[in-house]
Nanobody, 117 residues
């Protein structure tokens, strides 16, 4: 089994930056896609960005040019650098982990990001 622990959320003013981290521990596979999803108030969970162990990246159009996902395979950790944050980015951000070519998926507990003046 794999556990995910997120960190780095908080309150930031519009135009500010935050960096989220997610560490995977336990029986971590070498072939995975990890990523970030978010769920705003009254909204469905949506994709933010994902990255495979080979570095293939998929980013939602709504955050392209502002958010950057990266990964350290040696540390089983992914990051989400969020710049030029907007109030509409306010959400709980969830880390995800899926073993490639399987349905095995784990989710983190979520970290709150609030963008407000």
């Amino acid at each position: 089994q794999v556990q995910l622990v997120e960190s780095g959320g908080g309150l930031v003013q519009p135009g500010g930056s935050l960096r989220l981290s997610c560490v995977a521990s336990g029986s971590v596979s070498k072939t995975t896609v990890m990523g970030w999803y978010r769920q705003g108030p009254g909204q469905q969970r949506e994709l933010v960005a994902t990255i495979t162990n080979r570095g293939n990246i998929n980013t939602a159009d709504s955050v392209k040019g502002r958010f950057t996902i990266s990964r350290d395979n040696d540390k089983n950790t992914i990051y989400l650098q969020m710049n030029d944050l907007k109030p509409e980015d306010t959400a709980v951000y969830y880390c995800s982990y899926r073993i490639l070519y399987t349905d095995y998926t784990e989710w983190g507990q979520g970290t709150q990001v609030t963008v407000s003046s």
